[in-house]
């Protein structure tokens, strides 16, 4: 069950990796499309990308701790991602 749970989150983490680095036109509706913010879509495009990888790995290693952490890590990017999205949007 916690490998099917994790391996949903991998996908959606490169689905919104992949929006994030190559369909950045999406989100330049909402701000304003300059050297800065295109930076801060390919930072987060890649740390993504990064915990997509790492979530592969810890869905086949199966250990609860790891995934709580690896949850619980992929949790905080996305709180970070979406802070510093919605003052962007300001």
């Known amino acids: 069950m916690i490998i ?5 989150a991998v996908v959606i983490l490169f689905c919104v990796s992949y929006f994030l680095l190559k369909k950045q036109e999406i ?3 909402l701000i304003p499309k300059n050297e800065e913010n295109q930076a801060y879509f390919q930072t987060f495009g890649l740390a993504y990308g990064f915990l ?5 790995f810890i869905a086949f ?4 701790i790891i995934t709580l952490f690896f949850l619980a890590l ?4 996305s709180a970070v991602f979406s ?3 919605s003052k962007k949007m300001k």
């Open 74 to 77: 992929m949790l905080l990017v």
């Open 4 to 8: 099917g749970l994790v391996l949903f």
């Open 27 to 29: 989100f330049f509706t």
């Open 52 to 56: 997509g990888i790492l979530g592969i």
């Open 61 to 64: 290693f199966n250990h609860k």
């Open 83 to 85: 802070i510093l999205f």
